[in-house]
């Protein structure tokens, strides 16, 4: 076969296609309720992955010297660090529960 004889192949050209059908699923008709539950069902492949941030705060109750109050400090610690994301958090899952 001679060059001019062999089919095309690019990497690009299924990129084309492929933006379109996201952008008619989950565009056209824009639909919160999709957004949600497409949300939700990332958040529960993320929840099974073991990443992010660990909520352990008893990890060393197997150790030697381990005392509750040292686990209550981290635990305190904890949540003084990341008010930032937690207030918002728990005002729009009350919100939610409400409505």
């Not at 095309?8 to 539950?37: A, M, Q, Y």
């Not at 993320?46 to 008893?58: Q, T, W």
Request: with cysteine; hydrophobic share 50%.
């Amino acid at each position: 076969m001679t060059p001019e004889q062999l089919p095309r192949i690019s990497v690009i050209d299924p990129i084309s296609p492929t933006f379109e059908r996201v952008n008619l699923i989950l565009f056209r008709p824009f639909d919160l309720g999709k957004w949600f539950v497409i949300g939700f069902c990332a958040w529960l492949a993320y929840l099974g992955s073991g990443g992010g941030p660990s909520f352990n705060f008893f990890y060393r109750q197997h150790q030697p010297g381990f005392e509750a109050d040292q686990a209550f400090h981290q635990a305190k610690e904890f949540v003084l660090d990341n008010l930032h994301w937690l207030i918002p958090s728990v005002i729009a899952i009350a919100v939610l529960i409400i409505a």
